[in-house]
């Protein structure tokens, strides 16, 4: 399936109202009153709404498996990882050349910033491909299958997640064999075995999984996990190993959320850097 400009534009415009929605949720200094953030009018409020109706109602543990099934052979595409980042790009390439912040700068917003603190290069790297799941959109998938905060199927629905209520359309919400505390799961059983609402997180998780350090693996997996990584709704279902790695998790969380700066990125400038710790880590080509 091709996406034509305007399905692509509108897909690049529902990532950016999610983020802009995450962000308002968990804004960077809490104390700062209300009214100082980003105030969006209500129509932006309404697709966001409408978009987690449609997310909740649709992400049942049925769905999930079969979309693993679909995806998880990785036989879509081959691509470098530089070749991947400009593919993604496409988003707004075909749309919108003025758009303020492409997908592009928002991977490199990330990752430079982790990168100006000093932290380990696979770290940077990390913070510079978290996002390639995205991809997903491209193979017209629908956007509340692609974005969106992530969570356990199978399970309850915590109702730490947003827009809980929405849950109640699920038809798992209902099936007393996934209604449950831990329905299919075993208590502390590790998040190794559990699955995870569809989309761009676990996706690209799968992509990286042989190339990446376990820390930076965890920060891909879980990144839009906001139900544990910010309100801990899940330790029920997490061990030791899963805590001691939220830790990187944490760590990942503002770079993700809180570097959109007005200043760009020079991508030209930077490629160089990002193709050496390409070539570090990840094989010449990776399969989608
Ligand atoms: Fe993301
Ligand atoms: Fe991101």
Same mark, same amino acid.
């Given at each position: 399936m091709k996406l034509s400009a305007d399905?692509? #534009?509108?897909a690049h415009d529902m990532m950016e109202l999610w983020e802009d929605d995450v962000l308002e949720r968990y804004p960077e200094n809490p104390n700062k009153p209300k009214e100082e953030f980003r105030n969006y009018d209500n129509p932006a409020r309404d697709t966001v709404k409408e978009f987690y109706r449609m997310n909740h109602t649709h992400q049942t543990y049925d769905f999930v498996l079969e979309k693993? #099934?679909? $995806? =998880?052979s990785l036989n879509r595409r081959e691509m470098s990882l530089?070749?991947?980042v400009e593919y993604l790009n496409t988003l707004v390439d075909d749309s919108d050349p003025d758009i303020d912040l492409d997908q592009t700068q928002?991977?490199?917003?990330t990752s430079e910033a982790i990168r100006a603190d000093g932290q380990p290069d696979w770290f940077v790297l990390t913070g510079f491909l978290h996002d390639l799941g995205k991809v997903l959109c491209l193979f017209g998938e629908p956007q509340w299958a692609v974005v969106g905060d992530? $969570?356990?199927?199978?399970?309850? $629905?915590?109702?730490k997640i947003v827009y809980p209520d929405f849950f109640k359309a699920n038809p798992d919400y209902t099936n007393e064999r996934y209604?449950? #505390? =831990?329905g299919v799961y075993q208590e502390n059983c590790g998040l190794r075995n559990v699955h995870m609402s569809w989309g761009h997180d676990e996706y690209l998780y799968h992509i990286m #999984?042989?190339?990446?350090?376990?820390?930076? =693996?965890?920060?891909i997996r879980y990144h839009s996990f906001y139900a544990q990584h910010r309100e801990h709704a899940y330790d029920h279902l997490m061990d030791k190993h899963d805590h001691a790695m939220f830790k990187w998790v944490d760590k990942f969380n503002p770079y993700d959320l809180y570097t959109k700066a007005p200043v760009k990125p020079n991508v030209k400038e930077l490629r160089p850097y990002y193709e050496d710790l390409a070539a570090k880590y990840l094989p010449d080509t990776l399969r989608f």
């Open positions: 399905q692509k #534009k509108q693993e #099934k679909e $995806f =998880l530089w070749d991947a928002h991977l490199l917003q992530t $969570f356990p199927v199978g399970c309850q $629905f915590s109702d209604n449950t #505390k =831990l #999984k042989d190339h990446l350090p376990e820390e930076g =693996l965890y920060m």
